[in-house]
């Protein structure tokens, strides 16, 4: 069942089926209580009638049954009535021979009567048995007088007292059904219209906002959840068409580069007739395709890294990876770039630092970071890489002797494609890995002022420590 109405409705209608059986029963009962009650009334009504009737006859107890005693049960079920009047020894004084007697005689009250079930001609009889002392000369005599009844009479009166009361339960159920699922119909209307609503927007279009107010209490929780996940969707589509329009102009220029270069080429070729002149626009074309070329993949690869660091399940990749090895890998990776300009690259980390990550992002968090102190630090300057303990927590620094980055584009330095420095040859993504990784990681990324020099900048990843993985110490060092 997947109405949400109807769901309702079957909650709602279960205990009140449960209060109706219930009821219906107790109703049962009482009538029941209450036929039994007139039924063996009548009974012992009707054996003491024919107690009364007890006289002697010279020695003898005789006994006659007057029309009174039978007219106590005319009832329109024509029940069939027994009687029996014995004397001490047994003898029939009036009624029917092989009147069933309980086993066990237990006469109680002031009437001194005795009421039991049983079957006589194989029919159920509600039956009254009592006795009437009858006084001679010789003494007294325990006269024996039992009354029986078919319960078809009784069967009726429960039926009568029963079935208005059940009646009136079943009618009330019904009119609690029908109530019921008009109210819930009525009062999902909101959430129908609001299901309405929903499904003829268009998916293109995230401007749109539920009111909330015309919702029922309880439903402006769903409400608002809508409202923020919309939001949510809005603001990182807008995010997403934002990025593509910046790739999209970070691509377009050394692509549009190149394509100048070829059709330059093809000028050259077809006007100039000089071989050396030719050969020598010939080598600056290759060269500046091949930068063109190198900033087209770099840039390439920068994007598909962010957007591998951006994926919703990068933190599913995370293992227990060690800080100071994937630093030294950095730092001799990048090597031959701090050489060729002559800058001072060293490492300094404390050994057995394990964090979790995911190993490739994680290198291209420290590469990016390495990369681009070398890049604005100027030939000459230093750039120190340290993986240090600090309490609980593994610490990733890079310092650097550069220009720094002022205190109010410390923020703005993490937007993608952002450059401070002009004419700068960087993608502009570099931070905006470094945070999407550490994000991925659990871990915090902090920019300041390089305490070691008088001006330069320090970045500070923080990662939370983790036990290393169990092969961690017989690992080799990355060449």
């Known amino acids: 069942m997947h109405s949400l109405r109807m769901r309702l409705v079957a909650w709602l209608l279960l205990p009140l089926s449960l209060f109706v059986a219930v009821s219906a029963f107790f109703s049962w009962r009482n009538a029941a209580t209450v036929a039994d009650y007139v039924q063996d009334h009548d009974l012992l009504a009707s054996a003491k009638v024919l107690s009364d009737r007890l006289i002697w006859d010279g020695d003898a107890v005789e006994a006659s049954v007057p029309p009174a005693a039978l007219a106590l049960f005319a009832s329109p079920a024509h029940d069939q009535v027994f009687l029996s009047v014995t004397g001490v020894d047994g003898r029939l004084l009036a009624g029917a021979p092989g009147f ?24 159920p009889v509600r039956a009254v048995v009592t006795e ?29 007292l029963w079935w208005p009361t059940l009646g009136t339960l079943l009618l ?46 309880e439903l402006r929780p769903v409400g608002e959840t809508i409202n923020q996940f919309v939001q949510q969707l809005h603001m990182h589509s807008q995010a997403q068409r934002r990025f593509i329009a910046d790739a999209a102009h970070q691509l377009r220029t050394p692509l549009a580069l190149q394509a100048s270069q070829i059709e330059f080429v093809r000028h050259v070729r077809e006007h100039r007739q000089d071989w050396d002149t030719r050969r020598a626009d010939m080598d600056q074309f290759w060269k500046e395709l091949h930068d063109s070329n190198r900033r087209l993949t770099a840039v390439t690869n920068q994007l598909l890294l962010l957007a591998q660091a951006e994926h919703a399940d990068a933190h599913a990749r995370l293992a227990p990876v060690d800080l100071g090895e994937a630093a030294l890998h950095a730092v001799e990776q990048l090597a031959g770039l701090a050489d060729r300009r002559r800058i001072d690259l060293g490492l300094d980390a404390a050994p057995a630092a394990p964090v979790l990550a995911e190993p490739a992002l994680l290198d291209a968090l420290i590469s990016n970071l390495v ?11 230093r750039v120190t890489v340290m993986v240090r303990r600090a309490g609980d927590a593994v610490e990733l620094v890079v310092d650097d002797n550069g220009p720094g980055i002022p205190t109010e584009a410390q923020e703005r330095v993490f937007d993608r494609f952002c450059r401070l420095a002009e004419g700068s040859d960087g993608s502009g993504l570099g931070l905006a890995i470094v945070r999407e990784v550490a994000r991925g990681c659990g871990a915090s ?11 330069g900048l320090r970045v500070t990843v923080r990662f939370a420590a983790t036990q290393a993985a169990p092969d961690a110490q017989e690992k080799p060092p990355r060449a």
Not at 100 to 123: E, M, N, S
Not at 183 to 211: I, N, S
Not at 371 to 381: K, M
């Open 445 to 455: 990324v902090q920019l300041g002022a390089n305490p070691r020099e008088p001006h």
């Open 172 to 217: 009330a159920l019904a009119l609690a059904l029908v109530l019921t699922t008009l109210a819930l119909t009525w009062e999902l209307r909101p959430l129908v219209r609001l299901g309405r609503q929903m499904a003829q927007r268009d998916p293109l279009h995230l401007d749109f906002a539920v009111d909330t107010r015309a919702l029922h209490t």
């Open 100 to 123: 069933p007697l309980p086993a066990v005689r237990q006469l109680q009250g002031p009437d001194r009567a005795q009421w039991y079930d049983t079957r006589i001609q194989g029919l």
């Open 371 to 381: 990369d681009n102190a070398l890049r604005y630090t100027p030939e000459g300057g």
């Open 132 to 160: 009437r002392s009858m006084y001679d000369v010789a003494g007294a005599r325990a006269i024996t007088i039992a009354v029986g009844k078919t319960t078809g009479s009784r069967d009726a009166m429960v039926r009568t």
